[in-house]
C-alpha cells in the first residue's frame, strides 16, 4: 500500500475525517477492490491511532464498500453490474420515484435554480470529460431533491445505499464519464419538476432510473 496515497488528519472530527479519507480513496479506485485495509499501515499514513481506523472501518462496512472476515481481515469490495441491475436499481426506483413526486410541491424557486446549476455542473465536467466532477454532481442532484422532499424515512434510505452508488459511478460503471447526455436526461428530471405534476415527475423518475439506472 503507497504511503502517497492517503494524508495525514489533525485532531478535529478524527474519526469523520478518516472515514471521509478512507471512502474517497474507496470510491475513485486509489484503493481498489481486493485491496487488504491494515488498520497498523493505515494509522501510520493518516498519522492517527487504530481506534478511530478500526471505528471508520465498521462503518465503511455498514456502507457496503469494504467487507471483513476472520481469515482475510477487512477488503475493499467492488460493485457489480449485477447487484446494480438487480438491488441497487430496484431501491433507487422506489425511493426516488416517492421522494420526487413529494418534493413537486415543497421545492421553491430557488432550489429548482440550485438543480439548475447542477445540470450546468454536469454539462461543463461533460464537456471537459471530468468523470469525478461529473459523479459529484449526479449524485448531488438526486440527493438535493430527497433531502428537499420532506421524507426523512426516504432520506435514510438513501445515504445507506449513496455510497455504493457514487463508487459505482466513479469507479465501476462501464460507460460513465463516456455517456453522451448525462447533462441532458438530469434536465429532463429538472424540467419534471417544474411541471409541479407529480405523476409527470414520477413518470420521469421511472424513465430516468430505469433506463440509465446503470450509468446515472
Known amino acids: 500500500m503507497s504511503a502517497s496515497v492517503l494524508g495525514r488528519v489533525t485532531n478535529e472530527s478524527r474519526r469523520e475525517q478518516v472515514v471521509k479519507a478512507l471512502r474517497e480513496a474507496i470510491v475513485v479506485g486509489r484503493f481498489p477492490p481486493g485491496l487488504r485495509l491494515i488498520e497498523t ?21 455498514q456502507e457496503g464498500l469494504v467487507a471483513s472476515s476472520p481469515y482475510r481481515g477487512t477488503e475493499v469490495v467492488g460493485v457489480s453490474q449485477d447487484e446494480i441491475e438487480q438491488v441497487l436499481v430496484p431501491i433507487r426506483l422506489t425511493i426516488e420515484r416517492f421522494a420526487f413526486a ?8 430557488e432550489d429548482l435554480g440550485n438543480l439548475q446549476d447542477l445540470v450546468d455542473e454536469m454539462r461543463a465536467a461533460a464537456e471537459r470529460q471530468d468523470a469525478d466532477t461529473l459523479a459529484d454532481a449526479d449524485v448531488r442532484f438526486h440527493q438535493y431533491v430527497i433531502e428537499h422532499s420532506g421524507q426523512p424515512h426516504c432520506l435514510q434510505m438513501w445515504r445507506a445505499i449513496q455510497p455504493r452508488v457514487r463508487a459505482y459511478f466513479r469507479r465501476d460503471a462501464p460507460r460513465y464519464g463516456r455517456h453522451p447526455d448525462l447533462a441532458a436526461q438530469h434536465q429532463e428530471l429538472l424540467d419534471a419538476l417544474r411541471t409541479r405534476s407529480a405523476d409527470v415527475v414520477r413518470k420521469a423518475v421511472e424513465d430516468h432510473v430505469t433506463t440509465y439506472g446503470a450509468d446515472s
Open 41 to 61: 499501515e493505515l494509522a501510520e499514513q493518516l498519522g492517527t491511532s487504530r481506534a478511530p481506523i478500526r471505528e471508520a472501518l465498521r462503518q465503511l462496512e
Open 102 to 109: 413529494r418534493a413537486t410541491s415543497i421545492l421553491e424557486d
